[in-house]
């Protein structure tokens, strides 16, 4: 049996991402054969009267591997966590139709904020029962974007694909 969840952005009001049920990766090409995967574990932001922003803070970022290739990654050369502690992404136009969601907004990586396009679909609103017996308000969307790192300032050599394709989704909560 399948359930059907209406689905519309909320333009008014404030909902804030659930740190918990959100999350945020990329994916990157690796010498031309394989897809390689690294994750970030702080998304926090809000969807304030239709203007969606979030960020991530970029020492969360988890690649699965060694503790030296974190430290490699943290470094000048890719996102530079000396000088740029997190990632922030800033809606300019946000609309769906249907489940599907346009996002149009600046995104900010080491430093550099640019355009972009993103995509994706939204779930929701929806009320959804809390372990004290009390419901509340969520929305989902899940988008995605691909850039290149370049135009970033991220820089860094060993094997990685210029284009990098990240992936965001959240669970929003009516405030």
Same mark, same amino acid.
């Given at each position: 049996m399948s359930t059907t969840v209406p689905a519309s952005i909320p333009? #008014?009001?404030t909902w804030k991402i659930d740190r918990v049920h959100s999350s945020a990766s990329f994916k990157v090409g690796h010498h031309v054969v394989a897809t390689f995967r690294g994750h970030f *574990?702080?998304?926090s932001g809000a969807l304030e009267d239709g203007i969606l922003s979030g960020s991530v803070h970029t020492e969360t970022i988890d690649v699965g591997t060694l503790p030296v290739f974190k430290e490699h990654l943290l470094g000048a050369d890719w996102f530079d966590i000396a000088n *740029?502690? #997190?990632l922030s992404f800033r809606s300019t136009d946000l609309h769906a139709h249907g489940d599907r969601l346009h996002a149009a907004g600046e995104l900010t990586i080491k430093g550099v904020t640019k355009p972009?396009?993103?995509s994706g679909s939204v779930r929701g609103p929806v009320p959804v029962p809390n372990r004290d017996g009390s419901s509340s308000e969520r929305v989902g969307v899940d988008?995605? #974007? #691909?850039?290149?790192?370049r135009e970033f300032g991220i820089i860094g050599e060993g094997g990685a694909a210029d284009e990098v394709t990240i992936e965001v989704s959240l669970e929003l909560v009516a405030q």
């Amino acid at each position: 049996m399948s359930t059907t969840v209406p689905a519309s952005i909320p333009a #008014t009001g404030t909902w804030k991402i659930d740190r918990v049920h959100s999350s945020a990766s990329f994916k990157v090409g690796h010498h031309v054969v394989a897809t390689f995967r690294g994750h970030f *574990h702080e998304v926090s932001g809000a969807l304030e009267d239709g203007i969606l922003s979030g960020s991530v803070h970029t020492e969360t970022i988890d690649v699965g591997t060694l503790p030296v290739f974190k430290e490699h990654l943290l470094g000048a050369d890719w996102f530079d966590i000396a000088n *740029h502690k #997190t990632l922030s992404f800033r809606s300019t136009d946000l609309h769906a139709h249907g489940d599907r969601l346009h996002a149009a907004g600046e995104l900010t990586i080491k430093g550099v904020t640019k355009p972009v396009e993103i995509s994706g679909s939204v779930r929701g609103p929806v009320p959804v029962p809390n372990r004290d017996g009390s419901s509340s308000e969520r929305v989902g969307v899940d988008l995605t #974007t #691909t850039v290149n790192r370049r135009e970033f300032g991220i820089i860094g050599e060993g094997g990685a694909a210029d284009e990098v394709t990240i992936e965001v989704s959240l669970e929003l909560v009516a405030q």
